[in-house]
């Protein structure tokens, strides 16, 4: 941190709480970010917000010289939820029917009429589901939908006009996690959208967080295995906990360390490593999780469709 300057740099990672706006957690940071173009304000700091990663910068103050971790809440610039959809399809009335539709219920709409504009934007835009057409210009939607699944598990919907049994198993083996035939209802359009985004939120209380066979408590520092408590050292439970909550998103070794062992911890980064795989060793992948190593980036907690 530059407190010589009388400026403090730190890190945020964004939980968004799906009706309550976005959480942000505050992690001092050892090093400053890259971080570029958006600009918000919070109280007496300065947002600049950079992809996953936030920059904040502001008066120094010695009550934030020592934290671990601080809780502010934002509202989201939109209504209702705020969450993001991109909808990629070149038939501009559907592209205003779904948008409608979605408003309505709170969505952010980023609209997309050809698929290599869409997979250019995608990384800036990070969408919490995309719905996709598959005949687009530039791209069709079978690439598109493959060159993103590289990259991200974004849901995806796709939305087309093509509907051969062939056409839906290829769809979904891209890695589209529904597939709906034109023409189609826009109330059933909507319905899919918020059961798919269900599939992807954990079910989080406090600091308690479930999926099917597996508990993680942070705060009686208890992991449950298929009902059964499993010892797991401190560190590896927040490590764990961490992950789950934030599912599919990836993480550096460098920003792990930041938030669960905090800024002053000046340890190598294979302590990651070391904790990730006695995790693995207590809590064996299943159908609908898993702990994955995404190579030369990090590790996310992967959540299985």
């Not at 502001?58 to 502010?72: A, N, T, V």
């Not at 250019?120 to 990070?126: I, K, Q, S, V, Y």
């Not at 898993?290 to 959540?303: I, N, S």
């Amino acid at each position: 941190m530059q407190t010589a300057s009388g400026i403090g740099t730190f890190l945020i990672c964004i939980a968004p709480h799906r009706s309550r706006g976005v959480s942000l957690d505050l992690v001092a940071s050892r090093r400053t970010p890259r971080c570029e173009d958006v600009i918000c304000h919070v109280e007496s700091l300065s947002f600049l917000v950079h992809k996953d990663a936030i920059c904040v910068t502001g008066c120094y103050m010695p009550r934030l010289s020592k934290f671990s971790k601080i809780i502010i809440s934002m509202k989201q610039k939109a209504g209702g939820n705020g969450m993001k959809v991109m909808v990629v399809d070149d038939d501009k009335n559907i592209l205003e029917l779904v948008s409608i539709y979605l408003e309505k219920e709170g969505f952010e709409i980023i609209k997309e009429v050809d698929g290599s504009e869409a997979l250019r934007d995608f990384e800036a835009a990070m969408p919490d589901l995309i719905i996709l057409d598959l005949m687009l210009p530039g791209l069709d939607g079978m690439s598109f939908c493959r060159e993103v699944r590289r990259i991200s598990d974004v849901p995806i919907i796709m939305l087309t006009a093509k509907g051969e049994t062939l056409d839906k198993a290829m769809g979904l083996e891209t890695g589209a996690d529904d597939y709906i035939v034109k023409p189609f209802e826009p109330k059933e359009l909507v319905a899919r959208v918020k059961a798919v985004l269900r599939r992807y939120e954990p079910k989080v209380s406090e600091e308690v967080v479930s999926y099917p066979g597996l508990t993680v408590n942070k705060t009686q520092y208890r992991l449950l295995v298929d009902g059964e408590e499993v010892k797991v050292a401190p560190k590896e439970l927040e490590l764990l906990h961490f992950l789950a909550t934030h599912p599919n998103q990836v993480f550096t070794r460098e920003q792990l360390m930041d938030i669960v062992w905090g800024y002053e911890f000046y340890g190598d980064s294979r302590t990651v490593d070391v904790h990730i795989k006695r995790l693995r060793e207590k809590i064996p992948d299943t159908k609908a999780y898993a702990l994955k190593t995404v190579w030369g980036v990090g590790y996310k907690f992967e959540v299985k469709s």
